[in-house]
Each structure stands twice: as structure tokens, then as C-alpha cells.
């Protein structure tokens, strides 16, 4: 079977925010029903927690330093081969909508969009996010051939929460229109396809449709206060104090970013309901691809993909939005393959995986040939029941080194390894550390960096940090020879 692709990739969305994942507050019941129609991965991680590095990793299926994109602004180098462009030479055809980021993307140095590679698209509907002016930016383009012009307002009794655009002309509804024109198209045609659904939230800034927020206002008291106990950051590195009195670092006057102290219990509860109010569109949108491939009768040929390129704090351990740091919350993604009769249906895997498997996954279901560059590893055993659901890797790996401008004085070098049960994080550049067991401390409070009884586990994970860093060379050029 030649298998057509849909992947959509969230923006900044942690693995916690979904009803499948266990959330009690948010109700995404499309998303749900595709991980009840696949498989769903409990332990998934990004190779970087910023969009850049992690989007260049799991479109190549490469770590960051392999592909030399370790940094937002940095450009996307011109000989890496994404999974686009391998399934483009294969005959398939493929589309994006929404964001790709795998080059600089501000206004003011792309007056017209992010610099493109030979990225195999062939439909390119380019959209960084809902609020960025681009005077090409083709969701803007689309919003005034409706006769309407985008628009925030402010949530009564604070400026970190907006109402955005409402759900029939917001940017996640745009994406998704896209990508539903593509696929009837090419199902009508009979063309094989490969398609990127790039939704942009739940990114900040935090402003869902009014009639989505004001449903999750009505209970608002309900909802956890952030997972942050006062003076826990003591013994955590320099960043983290940094970015604690105000996000990406800007806290150097009374217009700090998200500053975590100067936020009411209101605010903290008001920006949760926000960003679940988000991912409730998108839960919408989901049930709406999903229709259109059963009305296709598409669904049981089409390998849909579910994930997001990184987490977001979302004020846990007094942090927003995202920076060097390796907490859950900002490294653990969702993922979710779905594929009626070819990929298991209702399973929970607990293996350790990462984003850039996914890469040579799609390679090995559409029997393309072997990508000796790729770095990741296949998990259709795991999907086609070939292979077990709770083994797949022995540890995770993360990095970041300097991914945001944001912290200049010292730079932010750290790199992280996860077993299952501890995670440790080497800060090479101002020679501080964390080590937590989460077996013990799943909400990732206390760090044994410094802690005498776990001297031995800290020698133990720095020496798989070690052997993770070291696997990350490149594996090109292949050995023709023997000398």
C-alpha cells in the first residue's frame, strides 16, 4: 500500500494539555479518538526545547548540531535533506500550511518570508503565526479577501491575555482549510501525498477565540495554580533565575515579559485556561481532517501524525513560554500515529522515544530507501506490532546551545539525557547542573546535582550524557573502502 501523510505539528504545545495524556480540563475528544484509532507514545521527546533546532532535527531525522541548526535565526544549511523532499523525489506530492521555521522568520530581516531550501513542497501556503504583520504573510492575504483585518483585545484585568480572532477566521481554522483544499484535490486526482499541517498555537501570544476562552472563564478557579514551589530555584542554574523575573530574560524594567511574581492568581489561571483553550480549536480542526479522509475514503490508507515541535512551561517551576531549561513540561511532546488496518489500534507505548524518529518511520512505511544520514530510529515495529510497545530507546537526548538570543552574559551551552527515571542536564557553560529522579520527585522540584547520596547516579547519567553527545556525529560520509 502506498500510504499518503498527514502530519500536524503543533506549535509550543507540552504533552499534558490533551485528554488522552490524562487532562481533566481540557476536552479534546477528536485527538483522543485518533490515539483510540493508533498508537500513543507516553514518553516522547524533542531534541531541542525551541522551534528552530527541533524543527530542522525531526524534519531531517538528525540531531541539531548534526544538522548544524542549533539556533532560532540561524539558516537551515542547504545540503541537509528533509523528509519532505525524499517523499517529493518518490512521486508524492507534497504541501505545507502554516509555520516552518527552519529559517530566520522576523519581519524585519525577511520583508517577505523565511529564505526556502529545496524543501520538496510543491504547495507552500507559508504562515508564521496569527499575529506577525508580514505584508505577504498569506493568512493576512486571506483575511482581507474576507473583508476583515486581524484583531486582539485585551482579557479584563490583565495585558497577557488577548482575544484573538474568532474560530471561522483564526489561523489555526486557516491552516486547516489549506489542507483540506489539498487533500481533495489530490484524492480527486489520485495522487499519492505528503502533506505539513503547521498549526501555530498554542504559541504565545495567548489569545484564543472570545468563545473559547469564556467557556473555560465560567470555571476558572478550578483550574491548578502553576507547578512551582517558592525557593525551589535556589539551586537551579542561572537561567532559570533569569527568565523567572520575566520571560526570555526581559526583566529590566516595570514592562517585564510574564514576569512570574507580579502575576495575580487570576493571571496564572487565565493564561492556563487560554492555552487549553487553544488546543481545544485545534481539537476541532483534528475532527474536521478526520472527517474529510472518511469522506475520502482516505482514512485507512492515510498515516496521520499528531505532535508538536516542543512544550511550554506554562509557569511551572515559576518559568513561561520556554528557554534553556529540560523540564517536562518543556521537552516531553505528545505524539500519536494513527492508521486504520495497517497501524495498532488503542495502544499506549511507554517507550522512549524522540522527534527525529519519525523521520525514518515514514521511510520505512512508504519502503523508501534507506537514509544513511538519519540519525533517528524507526518505530513501525512498534506501530505494526512487529516490535514491543515499551522498549524502543535506552535514553533520551536534548540540547541547547545558545537557541534564543536572550541570554548573552554568560551564553545558555546545556545538554540533557533521560533514562525513564533520572534526567540529568550538564550546564557546560557556567559549570552548573540538575539531576532529578522522577520516580520519586515527578514534578521535578528537587535537584540532586549537589546531593551526596546520589553521587553515584550522577557519575552514572553524565556518562550517558557522554555516550549521547558522542553518537551525535554526523554518519556521513559512508565507508566505501577498507583503507
Not at 538528525?62 to 540561524?74: H, V
Not at 531550501?117 to 505584508?135: E, I, L, P, T
Not at 488546543?279 to 475532527?287: A, F, S
Not at 524507526?378 to 530507546?393: C, E, F, Q, R, V
Request: proline residues 6%; glycine residues 6%.
Amino acid at each position: 500500500m502506498k500510504y499518503n501523510v498527514l502530519w500536524i505539528c503543533t506549535d509550543q504545545q507540552r504533552f499534558d494539555t490533551l485528554g488522552c495524556y490524562g487532562n481533566p480540563y481540557v476536552q479534546t475528544p477528536n485527538i483522543d479518538k485518533l490515539a483510540e484509532r493508533g498508537v500513543l507514545f507516553e514518553n516522547s521527546y524533542c531534541q531541542n526545547p525551541t522551534c528552530t533546532p527541533s524543527r530542522a532535527s525531526f524534519l531531517t531525522g538528525r540531531y541539531p548540531r548534526t544538522t548544524r541548526c542549533r539556533q532560532n535565526g540561524q539558516k537551515f544549511p542547504k545540503d541537509e535533506k528533509l523528509i519532505s523532499k525524499i517523499f517529493a523525489d518518490a512521486d508524492y506530492v507534497c504541501g505545507l500550511s502554516g509555520k516552518l521555521h527552519l529559517n530566520p522568520c522576523n519581519p524585519a530581516v525577511c520583508k517577505a518570508m523565511e529564505e526556502r531550501v529545496d524543501d520538496g513542497y510543491s504547495v507552500f501556503h507559508w504562515s508564521h503565526g496569527g499575529h506577525d504583520g508580514w505584508a505577504t504573510h498569506e493568512y493576512f492575504q486571506w483575511l482581507r479577501e474576507k473583508g476583515m483585518k486581524f484583531k486582539s483585545q485585551n482579557v479584563e484585568g490583565t495585558e497577557l491575555v488577548q482575544y484573538g480572532m474568532e474560530e471561522e477566521y483564526h489561523q489555526t481554522t486557516w491552516c486547516t482549510n489549506k489542507a483540506i483544499n489539498f487533500i481533495e484535490a489530490n484524492a480527486e486526482y489520485g495522487n499519492p501525498w505528503f502533506f505539513s499541517l503547521n498549526i501555530y498555537d498554542p504559541h504565545h501570544p495567548f489569545d484564543p477565540p472570545k468563545s473559547y476562552l469564556d467557556k473555560h472563564m465560567q470555571n476558572l478557579n478550578s483550574l491548578p495554580m502553576p507547578n512551582y514551589v517558592p525557593g525551589e530555584l535556589d539551586d537551579k542554574p542561572v537561567f532559570q533565575k533569569m527568565d523567572h523575573k520575566g520571560a526570555y530574560n526581559n526583566h529590566d524594567s516595570n514592562n517585564a515579559v510574564i514576569a512570574f511574581d507580579r502575576m495575580s492568581e487570576y493571571e496564572h489561571r487565565l493564561m492556563k485556561a487560554s492555552y487549553y483553550s487553544m488546543v481545544e480549536l485545534i481539537d476541532k480542526q483534528v475532527g474536521r481532517l478526520v472527517d474529510t479522509l472518511e469522506k475520502l475514503g482516505q482514512l485507512e490508507n492515510t498515516i496521520i501524525i499528531f505532535t508538536s515541535d516542543h512544550g511550554e512551561m506554562l509557569g511551572d517551576h515559576g518559568l513561561y513560554l520556554k528557554g534553556p531549561y529540560f523540564y517536562e513540561g518543556a521537552v516531553h511532546v505528545p505524539l500519536i500515529f494513527s492508521c486504520p488496518g495497517s497501524i495498532q489500534e488503542n495502544v499506549r507505548s511507554k517507550a522512549l522515544v524522540e522527534l527525529m524518529d519519525i523521520a525514518p518511520t515514514l521511510v520505512e512505511a512508504a519502503a523508501l530507501p534507506r537514509q544513511p544520514q538519519m540519525q533517528g530510529k524507526s518505530l513501525w515495529g512498534i506501530l505494526t506490532g512487529k516490535a514491543s510497545p515499551d522498549s524502543h530507546k535506552d535514553y533520551v537526548y536534548s540540547e541547547y546551545y545558545n537557541s534564543m538570543p536572550w541570554h548573552k552574559n554568560p551564553t545558555a551551552q546545556c545538554t540533557m539525557v533521560f533514562d525513564g527515571r533520572y534526567k540529568i542536564v550538564d550546564v557546560h557553560s557556567t559549570q552548573e547542573g540538575e539531576l532529578y529522579d522522577l520516580q520519586k520527585d515527578p514534578n521535578e522540584t528537587k535537584n540532586l546535582w549537589n546531593g551526596a547520596d546520589y553521587a553515584d547516579v550522577k557519575a552514572q547519567m553524565l556518562v550517558k550524557l557522554c555516550d549521547a553527545m558522542a553518537f551525535t556525529v554526523d554518519p556521513m560520509n559512508e565507508r566505501i573502502s577498507e583503507w
